[in-house]
Antibody, heavy 120, light 112 residues
Framework: DVQLLESGGGRVKPGESLRLSCAASGFAFSSYNMNWVRQTPGKGLEWVSSISSGGNYVFYRDSVRGRFTISRDDAKMSLYLQMDNVRAEDAAMYFC?????????????WGLGTVVTVSS | QSALTQPASVSGSLGQSITISCTGSASDVRGYNYVSWYQKHPGKAPKLIIYDVRKRPSGVSDRFSGSKSGYTASLTISGLQAEDEADYYC????????????FGGGTKVTVL
């Protein structure tokens, strides 16, 4: 079975950094594009960042570009999100999700998420 | 870029059918057949229930169906059951700028 397990969330102050991780198992991780999606308190889902299989292409939403860095380690079957200069509006539950084979920009399997709290 | 537009809430009685709309633009919903729908229960991971407008992943009930007409995609839940009470989000490929996808604002489905 496909499993995605996020970790690394916590409480940070504005301007600080945090690194989220997502450990994958049960599928050919290296062959899939991977994604981070967040859900802010009381609000909806919001796409954050994506990385292609092989890691050659990365994408970010405007509000995090230049502050967040997505990366992957296929040998460790892990996805990462380095969050620098965190802002109050980055507070959310962060989910990692794998792409669906055969489709385009469809998020197939999801983890349970890790919570990021931003407070001074 | 604005999110796709969904009604904030939809309700229906047990056994009824309901439809959730998702309105976008020529750069997303109307232009591409890459609309997906996700079910989200509190405290649980989002679940893919429809992709490529109308395809169902393996294991998803056939009570869920998707369609699209022009700028609006729709999710229909037939034979409404108590466990269908959840938030539902549409999502679409977009060709605008460096955006990857757009999500809708979500629709809370209440089973009466």
């Amino acid at each position: 079975d496909v499993q995605l397990l996020e970790s690394g969330g916590g409480r940070v102050k504005p301007g600080e950094s945090l690194r989220l991780s997502c450990a994958a198992s049960g599928f050919a991780f290296s062959s899939y594009n991977m994604n981070w999606v967040r859900q802010t308190p009381g609000k909806g889902l919001e796409w954050v960042s994506s990385i292609s299989s092989g890691g050659n292409y990365v994408f970010y939403r405007d509000s995090v570009r230049g502050r967040f860095t997505i990366s992957r380690d296929d040998a460790k079957m892990s996805l990462y999100l380095q969050m620098d200069n965190v802002r109050a509006e980055d507070a959310a539950m962060y989910f990692c999700a794998s792409d669906k084979a055969g489709s385009v920009r469809t998020f197939d399997s999801w983890g349970l998420g890790t919570v990021v709290t931003v407070s001074s | 870029q604005s999110a796709l537009t969904q009604p904030a809430s939809v309700s229906g009685s047990l056994g009824q059918s309901i439809t959730i709309s998702c309105t976008g633009s020529a750069s997303d919903v109307r232009g591409y057949n890459y609309v997906s729908w996700y079910q989200k229960h509190p405290g649980k991971a989002p679940k893919l229930i429809i992709y490529d407008v109308r395809k169902r992943p393996s294991g998803v009930s056939d009570r869920f169906s998707g369609s699209k007409s022009g700028y609006t995609a729709s999710l229909t839940i037939s034979g409404l059951q108590a466990e269908d009470e959840a938030d539902y989000y549409c999502c679409s490929y977009t060709s605008v700028g460096l955006f990857y996808v757009l999500f809708g604002g979500g629709t809370k489905v209440t089973v009466l």
